[in-house]
């Protein structure tokens, strides 16, 4: 395969480049490229150093499979264009509540796939919602869920490089008793936590919190009420979910924890002793998504509540793309 990387020097860019090598991906040609301000650099694939094109002079026709991940004002002015000539990836959230655009995951609702050639698009999930859905799919297939509670509590990572390098110049400022400068975030973000991702609506939930709703009724089931509370945490890498859910059967607990165990993409990590359960730090740079707290809900029947986390960029973002480009290719 012919393949395309749009955004290849950010963060979630690089980590696609990553994920085709480990996976050895068939790659014959990889294109690689970004704004003009990058355009010229090199980067390693293979071994091999690969010059950085410039977007507004690229020719999307060299690609079959192109992958965009350099935020939604770039794909809503590219992405349809470079859809006249290859299949396109999208890891932005222009494209994910178009009808006509499936928005995938591969464990969960990889039969939509089959819609995919009506805009030649594919809409890549929300970061904090795949590993949500890929943890709630077979817990839906046998107790039909009724509602989702959940609160995230997601890396700095997830807003791109600056911000990542703003958290360690804070808390460096920090430690020097100098004064902590915020640009990228509404308030300070070493040592805090802000309960604010994106821009708020008119309803009081911000736009992050109101992707979650949608993109989970429209991946999972649409008959399930979600509500949420996005939260930016001092966490470089990998995104964490509390989520309470309610189930329209009644459940076995023992029966919740072998399913997890036993499905696509699902690790289960919950012992009920110091440490026995995974933090973001420990699922940097892992494929899995992990589940601990798995327990009862006392005060609501067939409910329970959960801990996931997984890593934002690969996951939540670089390896759910590169899934989504295997099913292509295994399904011609």
Not at 84 to 93: A, E, G, H, L, M
Not at 189 to 203: E, G, K, Q, R, Y
Request: aromatic share 8%; hydrophobic share 35%; proline share 4%.
């Amino acid at each position: 395969m012919n393949i395309t990387i749009v955004g290849a020097t950010g963060n979630v860019g690089r980590k696609i480049i990553e994920i085709l090598e480990k996976k050895n991906f068939p790659v014959d040609n990889l294109y690689l490229v970004a704004s003009s301000k990058s355009a010229g650099s090199k980067l390693r694939f293979k071994e091999k150093e690969i010059e950085v094109n410039n977007l507004e002079t690229f020719d999307f026709s060299k690609g079959e499979i192109t992958f965009f991940s350099a935020g939604g004002k770039i794909s809503e002015k590219y992405a349809a264009k470079a859809a006249k000539y290859s299949t396109v990836i999208d890891n932005s959230s222009y494209f994910r509540m178009d009808p006509d655009v499936p928005l995938i995951v591969p464990e969960v609702n990889p039969n939509d796939l089959k819609n995919h050639k009506k805009k030649n698009i594919i809409a890549n999930a929300n970061c904090s919602v795949i590993p949500l859905v890929v943890a709630l799919k077979p817990l839906h297939d046998l107790y039909n869920i009724k509602r989702i509670v959940a609160s995230t509590y997601q890396s700095v990572s997830g807003a791109g490089k600056a911000p990542m390098d703003e958290l360690l110049s804070q808390t460096k400022d920090f430690f020097d008793n100098k004064e902590l400068r915020s640009n990228y975030f509404t308030k300070q973000i070493a040592f805090n936590a802000i309960p604010h991702i994106d821009s708020f609506l008119d309803s009081g939930y911000t736009k992050e919190e109101q992707k979650m709703h949608d993109e989970v009724k429209k991946i999972l089931d649409s008959k399930i009420k979600v509500t949420s509370t996005s939260v930016r945490i001092p966490v470089l890498v990998s995104h964490a979910v509390s989520v309470n859910v309610e189930f329209n059967k009644k459940y076995k607990l023992n029966e919740i924890q072998n399913v997890l165990n036993t499905s696509p993409g699902c690790k289960v990590i919950d012992e009920h002793k110091d440490g026995g359960y995974i933090t973001p730090a420990e699922a940097e740079n892992k494929f899995d998504t992990f589940i601990s707290r798995v327990r009862e809900d006392n005060s609501q029947d067939n409910s329970i509540n959960l801990w996931i986390v997984s890593d934002n960029l690969l996951k939540g973002a670089a390896l759910n793309a590169v899934e989504i480009a295997e099913i292509l290719i295994k399904n011609k």
